[in-house]
C-alpha cells in the first residue's frame, strides 16, 4: 500500500511537470489525482493482458501519466469554475 502511494506521488508530480501552466492544486489533490491515475493505469494494462491492476508496468505507468494530467486539466477546470474565473 506504501508503495501505491509513493507510485501515486511520482505519477501525480510527473502530471504536473508535463502539463503545461501554473496549476493551482496542492500536494494532496497532487496525491490523489496521480493514485487515480495510477489506478487508471492499472485497469487499463489489465484489460489489455499486460499485467494486474496494481502491478507496476511500463504500459500502465505510461497509461497512468497520461490519465494524470487528463484529471489534473479537468481538476483544475473546476477549481476555477468554483472560483468564477472561466477559462
Known amino acids: ?9 511520482i505519477i501525480g508530480a510527473l502530471a504536473r511537470l508535463i502539463k503545461p ?20 493505469g492499472g485497469v487499463v494494462a489489465n484489460l489489455l493482458g499486460t499485467g494486474g491492476v496494481f502491478e507496476l508496468n511500463v504500459l500502465g505507468f505510461i497509461v497512468a501519466v497520461i490519465a494524470s494530467v487528463l484529471l489534473i486539466g479537468v481538476a483544475e477546470t473546476l477549481s476555477g469554475r468554483r472560483k468564477g474565473e472561466v477559462h
Do not use: P
Request: hydrophobic fraction near 60%; avoid cysteine.
Open 1 to 9: 500500500m506504501i508503495g501505491f502511494i509513493v507510485a501515486g506521488l
Open 21 to 40: 501552466g501554473k496549476q493551482n492544486l496542492g500536494l494532496l489533490a497532487t496525491l490523489l489525482l496521480g493514485l487515480v491515475g495510477s489506478v487508471i
